[in-house]
């Protein structure tokens, strides 16, 4: 077993372990603290595939930005375990079994996929870094790009104006 | 790393978010399984970026170094998607606690009589 291996178990577990958290954790506060943990897991999952830029824009967009702001909508409202609804218990049980049963149909049916290649890259490969994303970006991309700066105007006007009621 | 491993994790976590959102009541955890799913998603999008750059280097193949770009540029307008919503989304969050002081999921169901 090499690093690279235990580097993969190692943020596979501190991302299953985080993700595991965020459902069952009764404070919300700490949901969002495993959630972070949860996103640093998966930036550093990117870093092992090479994919330099997506990890650091996954760290500041997501956990950074996002999860900054569940947080301060979650103090605002000052919510605590005590505020927090409670679900009954069968119903529960019911949303955890339809859950396990989706797993398991997926992992029945992509168990046997083949594909040409069976093995993802890891630490080679340069598509991650940010000059061929960059190129790729502004040559083909760019009229997405451009209108998702439209959407984010648009995002930020609903916002304002739903806030404002 | 096989790909099979990648493709359970991001199956392990999105079937963690599904949980997530059948069980929880509180508005803002569902949102966040939300946020797990999107992850995932993208977690297995980059996989499969790099699975096909391993294609293309594979010996006999023509050799295409930017094979996979696209992929990554799909997690990177996810994740311009999905800075967008959660601005609107908790918004939304925000006048659903003025209103009803609580964001108690169950408290939206005008809809029902």
């Keep these: 077993m090499n690093i690279t291996e235990i580097l993969f178990w190692l943020l596979t577990a501190v991302a299953l372990g985080g993700a595991l958290l965020v459902v069952t954790s009764k404070n919300p506060v700490y949901s ?14 990117y870093i092992l595939l090479n994919a330099q830029f997506l990890a650091v824009v996954n760290l500041i967009v997501y956990a950074g930005a996002i999860m900054v702001l569940f947080l301060f909508v979650i103090m605002l409202m000052n919510l605590n375990t005590e505020t927090e609804p409670q679900k009954n218990k069968w119903l529960k049980l019911a949303g955890t079994i339809a859950g396990g049963c989706f797993l398991l149909v997926l992992v029945a049916a992509l168990r046997d996929a083949d594909s040409k290649s069976t093995m993802a890259l890891i630490g080679e490969g340069d598509t991650g870094l940010i000059q061929n994303l960059g ?23 609903g916002a304002v104006v739903l806030g404002k009621k | 790393m096989p790909i099979n491993l ?68 799909f997690v990177f307008f996810i994740m311009v998607v999905a800075a967008a919503e959660v601005t609107v989304g908790l918004a939304i969050i925000v006048m659903m606690y003025r209103n009803i002081h609580s964001v108690d999921v169950n408290f939206l169901n005008r809809l029902k009589n």
């Design chain 1, 32 to 45: 969002v603290l495993a959630l972070i943990a949860t996103f640093f897991a998966l930036s550093g999952h």
């Design chain 2, 6 to 73: 990648y493709i359970f994790l991001a199956l392990a976590l999105f079937s963690i978010g599904v949980i997530g959102v059948l069980t929880r009541r509180n508005a803002i955890i569902i949102f966040m399984c939300i946020e797990l799913m999107l992850n995932a998603v993208n977690l297995l999008l980059v996989a499969f970026s790099k699975m096909h750059l391993a294609d293309s280097m594979a010996p006999g193949a023509a050799p295409m170094l930017t094979n996979g770009i696209d992929a990554q540029l």
């Design chain 1, 135 to 157: 190129k790729a970006l502004f040559n083909e991309y760019v009229i997405p790009f451009e209108i998702s700066s439209v959407l984010f105007l648009s995002a930020m006007v």
